[in-house]
């Protein structure tokens, strides 16, 4: 069974910069497309960045230009920075894995951005 840890999440002051961590396991991690999402409460979990095992990345209009989304695939890892953080960017963010071994999920990290 797939494993995903996030790691990575906190406070942040507005304009600051985090960046998440997500350690796969169990997985041909080399054949799978890795996604972030994030979900605040009382909305839909939604899109944030995308990359595939191919290397083709795609982002949501709102992190465009401010997130970065990326893997090392000796490592089994998958990283978001981002920077130029906003209120709006106040979320759980998920690292999804989906590939040859099906859909997995992990567990979520939480992202604050306040002064």
């Known amino acids: 069974q797939v494993q995903l840890v996030e790691s990575g999440g906190g406070l942040v002051q507005p304009g600051g910069s985090l960046r998440l961590s997500c350690a796969a396991s169990?997985?041909?991690?080399?054949?799978?497309?890795m996604t972030w999402y994030r979900q605040s409460p009382g909305k839909e979990r939604e899109m944030v960045a995308v990359l595939t095992w191919s290397g083709t990345s795609n982002y949501a209009d709102s992190v465009k230009g401010r997130f970065t989304i990326s893997r090392d695939n000796a490592k089994n890892m998958v990283y978001l920075q981002m920077n130029k953080l906003k209120p709006e960017d106040t979320a759980v963010y998920y690292c999804n894995a989906a590939g040859i071994e099906g859909n997995a999920w992990g567990q979520g990290t939480q992202v604050t951005v306040s002064s």
């Open positions: 169990r997985i041909t991690f080399g054949f799978a497309t």
